[in-house]
């Protein structure tokens, strides 16, 4: 079955800097976009970053622009986020997500501290 599984979420300080991971399986990684999403408590899921199937193309909402990069390794079926510089406002539970059904990772909870 399709299973996407998180790993890398914790707590840190700003201007910290974190590597959340997406292993996939269940479904052809390589051909799909993939992308991370954030839900701040009492906020709507938001979209953060996606990466097109072959990795050439990339997107980030304005806020992360220059601090966080989105990359996979379609060998290790894999995507991930780094995320350097970190501020409180990025605190979040994160959600990697496949284009394909409704599939989602189980969350990763991000906790920044000022």
């Known amino acids: 079955q399709v299973q996407l599984v998180q790993s890398g979420g914790a707590s840190v300080q700003s201007g910290g800097s974190l590597r959340l991971s997406c292993k996939c399986s269940?479904?052809?990684?390589?051909?799909?976009?993939m992308s991370w999403h954030r839900q701040a408590p009492g906020k709507e899921r938001e979209f953060v970053a996606g990466?097109?199937?072959?990795?050439?193309?990339?997107r980030y909402r304005a806020s992360v622009k220059g601090r966080f990069t989105i990359s996979r390794d379609n060998d290790e079926n894999t995507v991930f986020l780094q995320m350097n510089n970190l501020k409180p406002e990025d605190t979040a539970v994160y959600y990697c997500?496949?284009?394909?059904?409704?599939?989602w990772g189980q969350g990763s909870q991000v906790t920044v501290s000022s």
């Open positions: 997500k496949a284009a394909f059904g409704d599939y």
């Open positions: 269940g479904f052809v990684f390589s051909s799909f976009y």
């Open positions: 990466i097109v199937a072959d990795g050439a193309e990339t």
